[in-house]
């Protein structure tokens, strides 16, 4: 399964009630796509090999949002202000990592 349906999936699963679980989904699906690409990292890759894994979470949250605004779905406007890129390239020490792969 790629990753986007992960995501699409367990969005689509939860059920929400509250803020608080929406913020739960957020934290949730970023931990998904930590735990898509952490594992692909390697001691001997290269940053342009780093960076490449990255653009492919990157492009896959995307995706995965697209399927949610086909479906309409009720908070898509909401989500769409937290992509995984944001969080992601909010810790200086990744995207110090992530730009030198560039």
């Known amino acids: 399964m790629f990753l986007d349906d992960q995501l699409y999936i367990w969005t689509k699963s939860k059920v929400l009630e509250h ?4 913020q739960s989904l957020v934290n949730e699906l ?3 796509c ?4 952490k594992p692909k990292l390697e001691v001997n890759m290269t940053y342009k090999e780093g960076k490449i894994l990255i653009d492919k979470v990157f492009w896959f949250w995307n995706s995965f949002i697209k399927k ?4 309409n779905w009720y908070l898509i406007d909401i989500l ?3 992509p995984y890129e944001k969080e992601f390239m909010s810790n200086p020490n990744l995207k110090e990592i992530y730009d030198k792969g560039k």
């Open 30 to 32: 970023y931990r998904i």
């Open 19 to 22: 803020p608080k679980d929406f």
């Open 34 to 37: 930590e735990d898509w690409y």
């Open 80 to 82: 769409k202000k937290y």
């Open 68 to 71: 949610l605004e086909k479906d």
